[in-house]
């Protein structure tokens, strides 16, 4: 290798030891250090070294997460050991019963670890030498699906395990090789295993471990929503379109839908001695490696991957029932689904006296909830008219209790999904709620004897203005733009939202109300709108009109995103409209961009600048607009980009402060938009040195990190007026 090259390898090393660390923060641990755009240009740098020098890429390297080449079809892998499955019910006797059944095998106390039961598609990950070597779906349990190129593609898949604490120093090649090693004391991990944190376990010459696959429900509903408008078949759950992209042949297609994978099983693990013999355990095993289910997840975070939350230590089957009946009323609340809590014996080493059936293991048990699928009888279709005019048909449904919650009507997304259903009125269906996802109507079911009805047919013109109606793609679609009073509704109803200007008061009733009097015809006579005007509807008296006028013309301050979200152009939601605020910062500029400059903009592709573009170009459109600034708006934009940094500036602490405690601080700091982040790294913003500051302050200097003290700090971060 010529000297040139060599630096070159360890530059490119450099570059992915700090990719990975920002893989790591920005997916599994939820706290970016850098902005996109410093995180791009890391990765481009990798990049073109890689396409100057194809002999240095490495299979863990993080470019390789971007898609290979489709395969024409998966091939079959056996699992390192085999992927059973769980015994389950709903029932509280059959918890209490496996209870029994390990206490009568365990000698002393038995303590639980309970966690939630993701709803996800179940996934083997190996790593050899630390470095991920395949990924296999569970398949019949012994063998999977081959699905390695597609699993790369996740961000929460580590390709190598390691932690990132340390990051690796950028941009002095000349620093010692050595740096970013194990801290002292450490156990010595095996060569390429340079990223372990003091106290972690060392990377294993062999792991094989287990965890989930899954689509947080906001990514799916975004992704279901884009489907339906582009006229293709919505997927009916999380659950399966997660599985879906995960078989893909074309793992291109996988890299591109928003994949989460959460670990909490080691399946096997063993370490091998190292060439110099400094690794003593030697194929143990993970009974032999640790003594509890505790130690073993701890090891897997340190390890960099990301583990499920709420996992609980439960001392006795009583609090597992409790935690479980505590879950099941947040399960709404989260974005991701669960379908029950899984009960797992802490302790490992009883684990193999009490062995497993062919089917599951008898030392766990999943406590599974109601499902949330029911059948009920479709009593009519309605069809609704939405905010750009689409013919929605609607499932009103003899009512029915699915997971708690009464559900009397379902979305039936359009007339093909209607069509392809063939669901009719008076047939059985099988309805679904996830989170809060509008019900769904998943099939008909067959039911006996039945004379079915003749199929839908939907209305030739808008039930609601009686003006025509027309085929466009899969939908059908009202005409009239500017006269149908649903369309100006549904187009106040989104303005207003919380996404949009978030005007209290101003639900879809009151909207309703306003149409129908006749006081709004379009969205800018809101504005116009005087407490004596609201004193005139139905269920408005003094203080009511007043509030509402008041907080009508309040929200004429407003952020730019939420302006241009509320405008309820296609395709735009609120991030999109966050990055069209960023990127023109006044109204005007986005208006006047051609479709190649919105192009140039990270995340707007072809179709969304034509929508925009074509949405602002309507002259009629345009006048709407027009009226509405007309009424005296200040739309603010986002803060300018500091150095690049998205989000505002990171602030790291060491040592104590005088005058404030943590808290106070960190409360002053995050008024202010930015955030504390305990690492120091090139990208953060300031150090704030205290009392007895400790090794961070050192290295920030190390690194040219603006350090304040704590007068200056006060200075900077004033306490925030209220
Ligand atoms: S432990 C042998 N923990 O549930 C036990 N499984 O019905 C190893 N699952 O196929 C599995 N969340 O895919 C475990 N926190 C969790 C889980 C979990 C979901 C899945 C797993 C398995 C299925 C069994």
């Not at 990975?20 to 939820?30: A, I």
């Not at 939405?386 to 005019?389: D, V």
């Given at each position: 290798m010529t000297p040139v090259e060599g630096e070159v390898r360890r530059r490119a090393d450099r570059l992915r030891a700090e990719i990975?660390?920002?893989?790591?923060?920005?997916?599994?641990?939820?706290r970016p250090e850098i902005s996109d755009g410093a995180y791009d240009k890391l990765f481009r740098e990798l990049q073109a070294i890689e396409a100057a020098f194809p002999r240095l890429?490495?299979?863990?390297?993080?470019?390789?997460?971007?898609?290979?080449?489709?395969l024409s079809e998966l091939p079959v892998v056996q699992h390192v050991v085999q992927m059973l499955s769980l015994d389950s019910s709903e029932a509280p006797e059959d918890v209490?019963?496996?209870?029994?059944?390990?206490?009568?095998?365990v000698e002393g106390p038995v303590e639980y670890l309970a966690e939630p039961k993701l709803d996800g598609s179940s996934l083997e990950l190996v790593y050899v030498n630390g470095v991920l070597d395949r990924a296999v779906t569970r398949g019949n349990g012994r063998e999977g699906e081959g699905v390695t190129e597609n699993a790369r593609t996740i961000p929460s898949v580590p390709l190598r395990l390691g932690s990132p604490d340390e990051p690796a120093t950028?941009?002095?090649?000349?620093?010692?090789?050595?740096?970013?090693?194990?801290a002292d004391g450490a156990p010595p991990g095996p060569a390429g295993g340079s990223e372990m944190p003091a106290g972690a376990f060392p990377i294993p010459s062999l792991l094989a471990i287990r965890g989930e696959v899954l689509m947080y429900l906001s990514s799916f509903e975004e992704l279901n929503r884009t489907r339906v408008e582009a006229g293709l078949e919505p997927y009916a759950n999380p659950r399966n379109a997660a599985a879906g992209a995960l078989r893909q042949l074309d793992s291109r297609i996988t890299r591109t839908r928003p994949l989460e994978f959460f670990a909490y099983d080691i399946l096997h693990v063993e370490w091998a001695i190292s060439g110099t013999g400094e690794v003593e355990a030697v194929d143990t095993g993970e009974v032999e490696a640790f003594d509890t289910d505790e130690e073993a997840v701890e090891a897997l975070r340190g390890w960099g991957l990301r583990l499920p939350d709420r996992t609980r230590k439960v001392a006795d089957v009583e609090e597992a029932i409790a935690y479980h009946a505590e879950f099941a009323r947040e399960r709404d609340d989260l974005d991701y689904e669960i379908d029950g809590v899984v009960l797992k014996l802490n302790a490992l080493a009883p684990r193999a006296g009490l062995g497993s059936t062919s089917h599951h293991p008898r030392w766990a048990f999943a406590f599974k909830f109601a499902p949330r699928q029911e059948v009920t009888r479709l009593e009519r279709i309605a069809v609704q008219v939405?905010?750009?005019?689409k013919?929605?048909?609607?499932?009103?449904?003899?009512?029915?209790?699915v997971g708690g919650v009464t559900v009397s009507r379902a979305s039936l997304h359009n007339r093909e999904e209607l069509e392809r259903k063939d669901v009719r009125e008076g047939d059985l269906v099988r309805i679904q709620r996830a989170g809060d996802v509008i019900p769904q109507v998943v099939e008909r079911v067959e039911g006996a004897d039945e004379v079915r009805r003749e199929p839908f047919s939907?209305?030739?013109?808008?039930?609601?203005?009686?003006?025509?109606?027309?085929?466009?793609?899969?939908f059908i679609v009202c005409v009239n733009q500017f006269g149908c009073p649903a369309q100006l509704e549904r187009g106040i109803e989104h303005f207003v939202s919380r996404a949009g200007l978030d005007i209290e008061g101003l639900g879809s009733e009151t909207v309703a109300l306003l149409v129908e009097e006749g006081l709004v015809r379009q969205p800018a006579d809101l504005f116009d709108l005087t407490p004596e005007d609201l004193l005139e509807l139905e269920g408005f008296a003094e203080t009511r009109s007043t509030k509402l006028a008041a907080a009508i013309q309040a929200a004429k301050k407003t952020e730019l995103a939420r302006f241009i979200y509320g405008l309820g152009i296609p395709e735009v939601g609120a991030t999109v409209a966050r990055v069209l605020a960023a990127e023109f910062r006044d109204l005007p500029r986005l208006r006047e961009a051609t479709p190649e400059r919105l192009e140039e903009v990270e995340g707007i592709g072809p179709i969304m600048s034509e929508k925009i573009t074509a949405f602002f170009g309507d002259d009629a459109r345009a006048a709407s607009v027009d009226a509405i600034v007309s009424k005296g708006f200040e739309l603010v934009p986002p803060p300018e980009r500091q150095g690049g940094r998205r989000d505002g500036e990171s602030v790291v602490f060491s040592g104590r402060l005088k005058s404030l405690t943590r808290s106070e601080a960190k409360k002053r700091v995050e008024d202010r938009g930015d955030r504390v982040v305990s690492s120091v790294s090139s990208a953060t913003g300031y150090l704030v040195k205290g009392e007895k500051p400790g090794s961070k302050a050192g290295k920030a200097e190390k690194l040219g990190v603006t350090v304040l003290d704590e007068e200056a700090f006060l200075k900077r971060y004033p306490a925030a007026e209220d």
């Open positions: 990975r660390r920002h893989d790591h923060l920005y997916h599994v641990e939820n890429i490495t299979p863990d390297s993080p470019t390789r997460r971007v898609g290979a080449d489709p209490r019963r496996f209870d029994e059944r390990v206490r009568k095998a950028l941009g002095s090649s000349e620093s010692p090789d050595a740096e970013g090693g194990p939405g905010r750009t005019g013919l929605t048909p609607v499932a009103l449904l003899r009512p029915v209790e939907f209305p030739e013109q808008c039930p609601r203005c009686g003006e025509d109606v027309e085929e466009d793609g899969p």
